[in-house]
């Protein structure tokens, strides 16, 4: 079955510490793969996104992602974290027909 | 441009009563996406339109949800009757072709008492 899995529910980090957030897929056909943040009250927004080519793909605000087709993992990366990226974080999945797959999220809290 | 536009932003209604949701996408954008988000839970789709053909409305459950987008542009999503599991925010997306990036609207949260 097709599937997204983000393990951390809440991650807790001080304000300048590094982030990682892990996200791992189950998709039978080759996937696109995105990461979108949701502030409070706020609908999603699109951070960065991997359809092919280099493995590393920058996003918005100082972002990255990793594929690694090995792990079938696309973790999401930022060397030093800023207060305003307190919100909860989305990993998808789709494969060109269309249908989008979320995880559940991981919701991450910064430390001053 | 103009974002994803929702309304209303919020609801409240005693279960067993109606709703209406109404989306207005992103210009030119094709496709259209409702999506339930429950508390804690990531979006999960309810359905997705191209143009005014639904596209897939596998998890609509259909014997109180229904959607509809005439002429290709704006969408509703109505429930009938509510029940107290609706409680969450419904979220509207739109995007220009195959896989490309959902634009979201801020949503509106739904509650049943």
């Known amino acids: 079955a097709q599937s997204v899995t983000q393990p951390d529910i809440h991650i807790t980090v001080s304000e300048g510490a590094s982030l990682e957030l892990r996200c791992n897929y189950s998709y039978g056909a080759t996937p696109y793969l995105f990461w979108y943040v949701q502030s409070p009250g706020q609908g999603l927004q699109l951070l960065l996104k991997?359809?092919?080519?280099?493995?590393l793909v920058q996003g918005i605000k100082g972002f990255e992602a990793e594929f690694k087709r090995s792990q079938s993992s696309f973790n999401l990366r930022k060397p030093s974290v800023h207060w305003s990226d307190a919100a909860e974080y989305f990993c998808a999945v789709t494969s060109g027909t269309y249908k989008y797959i979320f995880g559940t999220g991981t919701r991450l809290k910064v430390l001053a | 441009e103009a974002g994803v536009a929702q309304s209303p932003r919020y609801k409240i209604i005693e279960k067993r009563q109606s709703v209406a949701f109404w989306c207005n996408p992103i210009?030119?954008?094709?496709?259209l996406y409702w999506y339930q988000q429950i508390l804690g839970q990531g979006p999960k789709l309810l359905i997705q339109f191209q143009n005014n053909g639904v596209v897939d409305d596998s998890q609509l459950p259909k014997d109180r949800f229904s959607a509809e987008r005439l002429k290709g542009v704006d969408s509703t999503l109505k429930i009938q009757p509510a029940k107290l599991e609706d409680s969450a925010v419904y979220l509207c997306?739109?995007?220009?072709?195959?896989?490309?990036?959902?634009?979201f609207g801020s949503g509106t949260q739904l509650s049943v008492l």
């Open positions: 991997y359809f092919s080519g280099d493995t």
């Open positions: 210009s030119g954008h094709a496709t």
């Open positions: 997306a739109s995007s220009h072709g195959e896989s490309e990036k959902l634009f």
